[in-house]
């Protein structure tokens, strides 16, 4: 028998910090997709593209680790599909690629998983939860990513928002949705959608106003409910050359492992908006002279942000390094002496972009509250158009683009 259905909900409310920090054990690093095309953390892909997801264990002691792929809602609950609805071969299988780091100060396994292989082919559009599971049964690292079909054609882009008082901080997406091949009895129960800055699922936007109808065609506008901060560009650092320094990295020692202790940053909330190039919160593995995954050291990064104490709020390193998350590991601690927030993260080698961000003592996220917000910021955004009609219990995703707002606009 099939499982009882889930009830959809109009909305999501997502509590991204707690889910972020439940994601990975401390001992897994540089966990990341990439798609063919060599796409940086690529999680948002059309189905049937070939995908890789990569990990690494610092404990280097080559487990036998298990893979489980599950097929979730658009809420991000697990959908009421047998896995053999979705899953050509085996939901659950032991992860067979994997190699020890080669001439490395810090030890490591990387792992690596392809999708699709031998014994696994997804064959349904959807958002996907992808599991590792230790010896023990644990699960030590969660990632999600999605799969779309190319049934709707989708016009979106990205303007500075048009909302009073918000025209110098925030950005508006406006979208079409023509779907010439489908016919909707009732779209604004069987469509939803999900609008992600950044391929970062705390930003995500699922309410929106009703769109104008046309023939064939949903049109939602500026005013719709698309209206997303615009940040600032993301800070950088570059350590591919891990016993030099650079315009970021203001000293290297070299201990058991390397130490990078980074310049000073300082807030750029009441500084006028400087472009800068950015990859959009993302980070690349990558050493001098090497192009395998397991020739990449890792190094202790030693970040620093300029600023009084904040006693009633807790202040954290940002980034998809981590995916985003918020938890012991990348917190920093007030230094009296200085008068800064520090903290130290052991990382791979690579380009890396970080923010600064902090929760109240309600554990509201600002991810402004050290960058700014600007208008002009350069980012991505992802557009998803979920389907889920009357006689259907699973939501397909039909429709997916991403896009960037570019300064010219």
């Keep these: 028998m099939r499982k009882t259905p889930i009830c959809f909900v109009a909305f999501i409310f997502f509590t991204g910090i707690s889910f972020a920090q439940k994601e990975q054990a401390s001992y897994i690093k540089s966990a990341a997709f990439e798609g063919t ?17 990569s990990f690494d264990d610092l404990e280097a002691d ?15 609950k697990p959908s009421s599909l047998f896995s053999n609805e979705y899953i050509d071969g085996f939901q659950q299988q032991t992860i067979q690629e994997y190699e020890n780091s080669f001439n490395t100060l810090q030890d490591y396994t990387h792992y690596k998983i392809e999708i699709p292989n031998s014994t696994l082919k997804i064959k349904k559009s959807g958002n996907y939860q992808i599991s590792i599971i230790d010896p023990l049964g644990n699960i030590v690292l969660k990632r999600r990513f999605t799969y779309y079909e190319n049934l ?14 918000q025209s110098l901080t925030d950005q508006a997406v406006e979208f079409t949705i ?33 769109p104008y109808y046309k023939r064939n065609q949903l049109v939602y506008n500026a005013n719709s409910g698309g209206n997303f901060k615009g940040g600032n560009e993301f800070l950088n650092f570059d350590n591919k050359a891990i016993s030099a320094t650079n315009l970021k990295i203001q000293k290297v020692e070299k201990k058991q492992i390397y ?16 472009y800068s190039p950015d990859i959009n919160g993302a980070f690349l593995v990558r050493a001098l002279n090497s192009s395998s995954a397991t020739e990449a050291d890792y190094a202790r990064i030693y970040f620093s942000l300029k600023t009084q104490d904040l ?45 600064y961000i902090s929760l109240d003592n309600k554990n509201k996220p600002n991810l402004t509250a050290f960058s700014g917000s600007f208008y002009q910021t350069e980012n991505s955004y992802t557009l998803l158009v979920y389907y889920r009609p009357m006689n259907s219990d699973f939501d397909r995703v039909i429709g997916g683009q991403t896009f960037f707002f570019k300064q010219t606009q």
């Design 152 to 165: 709707v054609q989708i016009a979106a882009k990205a303007l500075r928002s048009k909302i009073s008082g």
């Design 259 to 274: 130490h990078h202790i980074l310049h000073q940053d300082e807030p750029r909330a009441n500084k006028p908006y400087t």
């Design 178 to 210: 023509n779907h010439p091949q489908l016919r909707f009895n009732n779209p604004s129960e069987e469509l939803k959608i999900a609008l992600v800055q950044n391929n970062n699922w705390q930003t995500v936007i699922t309410q929106f106003d009703e």
């Design 37 to 53: 095309n060599k796409a940086l953390n690529t999680t948002f892909v059309p189905l049937g593209t070939p995908l890789v997801f």
């Design 62 to 76: 080559q487990k036998t680790y298990e893979y489980k792929i599950e097929h979730m809602s658009f809420d991000w």
């Design 311 to 355: 006693k009633d709020q807790k202040i954290y390193v940002y980034g998809a390094f981590n995916n985003y998350a918020t938890g012991l590991e990348n917190e920093m601690h007030y230094n009296k002496e200085t008068d800064s927030y520090t903290a130290s993260l052991l990382l791979k080698q690579g380009f890396y972009n970080y923010n």
